[in-house]
């Protein structure tokens, strides 16, 4: 009765059958928000104002359940670009500068995939899982993207005036402009520059906001000031971050693009800022539902129907194979791929996973979480967790490969999305059965991932 629900792959391929071989291919926008938080935009409930956003769920898909890749920066968009769960990749945590952590470049990315298809690929923004200059380290280019305007990690000082951003490779210095603007610029410059028999692109929008240090225009500061919202620089970074997603629709407009462009909404991961999560338990770092759970809106015209909901959980994780089947592009056949194709789900019809959606976090409590259908499994490691640096350290690698949960909560996330009460000791049966899908899932997680004691050896953050 409580048997998690796997699906063979051969069924797994009938469901999300590409579409028909002669439309054009799609092309295809990842617009991602960092740290933005389950309750930060319009159409989740929030008081800040983003029409741009709120119009992409109006005319496509908004999910109600849908989830980052991990409660953290990096290892999210490890999850996002491969398909597979953050620290099978070898990412367990955020990247700081110079560490010897990065995605290994044998991963296969959706930007790899779809360039070796045919299709352009432009990375604007935050990358955060290599270094962008150093010679020990993979550069975007060698994961699959022609052409790129990034910073490594956060726009610094601030979103104002950034100072390290690289375009193909090569510094800029100080750029006058807020991060979203500029990146949203460089984004519409490359769109625009492109022949109008071009092929297809996939552009890869990683904005900074609303991440510390946040900066924002005085117009808005002073317009949610004036509103009396409590963290008005806060909402004013959002509500700009929202009007240049909306330069970037126009543009798509302008040009009949957006007909035949597949439009994707998310964040990395839940926020730093309390109140953010909306009605949801913790925020950024942790494995709670605030710390995971984030927006998620698809539009794609003709195929997604305009306005609808859907209470399927899903994530970036599925990213991957859901682009592949829309694209008729093979995901890779020779590696585990945990995500799933939505493709299902934008017909109204259920998910029938390979794989639960999971997260692994090391440095928090609880240290584990794992979701099929309506319910979650959280799992405590160490409770309270032992003081450990931001960063990954050499002395966490044993306890990544070798630590076991051995205290389990449960929850009914439809009917309990504040995860308020756990229903372990009356879900016996239920609890049996997910505690020993979790268990074997992290097992096979932690045996595949990275070992990089050697490489972090001594690290000190400069």
């Known amino acids: 009765m409580f048997r998690l629900r796997y699906t063979p792959l051969f069924l797994l391929a009938v469901l999300a059958a590409p579409p028909s071989p002669a439309e054009a291919p799609p092309n295809i926008l990842i617009l991602?928000?960092?740290?933005?938080?389950?309750?930060?935009?319009g159409c989740y409930g929030s008081a800040i104002k983003t029409p741009n956003v709120d119009r992409l769920a109006a005319e496509g898909m908004r999910f109600t359940d849908f989830y980052a890749g991990h409660p953290n920066c990096s290892a999210s968009r490890a999850a996002l670009l491969t398909g597979r769960i953050a620290p099978r990749t070898g990412v367990y945590s955020y990247i700081p500068p110079d560490h010897g952590m990065h995605l290994p470049p044998d991963e296969i990315t959706l930007?790899?995939?779809?360039?070796?298809?045919?299709?352009?690929?432009?990375?604007?923004?935050?990358?955060h899982l290599s270094a962008l200059d150093g010679p020990s380290q993979p550069?975007?280019?060698?994961?699959g993207f022609d052409y790129t305007f990034c910073t490594r990690n956060n726009a610094e000082p601030s979103h104002r005036n950034p100072d390290n951003f690289y375009r193909n490779g090569e510094p800029l210095g100080v750029l006058?402009?807020?991060?979203?603007?500029?990146?949203?610029?460089?984004?519409?410059?490359?769109?625009?520059?492109?022949?109008?028999?071009?092929?297809?692109?996939l552009a890869y929008v990683a904005f900074h906001e609303p991440h510390q240090k946040i900066a924002s225009p005085p117009d808005l500061v002073a317009e949610y000031?004036?509103?009396?919202?409590?963290?008005?620089?806060?909402?004013?970074?959002?509500?700009?971050?929202?009007?240049?997603?909306?330069?970037?629709?126009d543009t798509l407009d302008h040009f009949g693009a957006a007909a035949n462009t597949v439009v994707?909404?998310?964040?990395?991961?839940?926020?730093?800022?309390?109140?953010?999560?909306?009605?949801?338990?913790?925020?950024?770092?942790d494995v709670w539902e605030g710390g995971i759970r984030v927006p998620g809106v698809f539009r794609w015209p003709g195929h997604i129907p305009a306005g609808a909901t859907s209470g399927e959980p899903a994530g970036v994780v599925d990213l991957l194979p859901t682009l592949c089947a829309i694209t008729g592009v093979e995901p890779p056949a020779d590696r585990r791929i945990d995500g799933t194709s939505l493709l299902p789900a934008f017909q109204?019809?259920?998910?029938q996973r390979q794989t639960p959606l999971f997260w692994f976090f090391y440095r928090t409590s609880p240290q584990i979480a794992l979701r099929d259908g309506d319910w979650g499994i959280v799992g405590?490691?160490?409770d309270p967790v032992p003081q450990r640096t931001h960063w990954l350290a050499a002395e966490d690698m044993p306890f990544i490969k070798t630590a076991v949960p051995a205290r389990f909560e449960l929850y009914n996330l439809r009917q309990d999305i504040g995860q308020r009460h756990d229903l372990a000791s009356s879900e016996p049966d239920r609890l049996e059965a997910m505690r020993r899908a979790l268990l074997g899932l992290h097992r096979e997680v932690v045996e595949e991932g990275d070992d990089w004691t050697e490489a972090i050896r001594g690290y000190t953050r400069p």
């Open 348 to 351: 109204g019809q259920p998910l």
């Open 111 to 127: 930007a790899r995939l779809l360039k070796n298809a045919g299709y352009a690929t432009g990375l604007f923004g935050k990358w």
């Open 32 to 41: 991602f928000a960092d740290d933005l938080g389950y309750g930060d935009i």
């Open 225 to 249: 000031r004036a509103a009396g919202h409590e963290h008005p620089e806060y909402a004013a970074n959002i509500a700009n971050l929202d009007r240049a997603i909306g330069r970037i629709l």
């Open 139 to 143: 550069a975007p280019a060698a994961y």
């Open 176 to 201: 006058e402009g807020y991060s979203c603007d500029l990146v949203a610029a460089e984004a519409i410059r490359w769109l625009e520059g492109r022949a109008p028999d071009a092929p297809p692109f």
């Open 264 to 285: 994707v909404f998310a964040s990395d991961n839940g926020p730093w800022r309390e109140g953010s999560q909306g009605p949801l338990r913790g925020k950024k770092s």
């Open 380 to 382: 405590f490691i160490d």
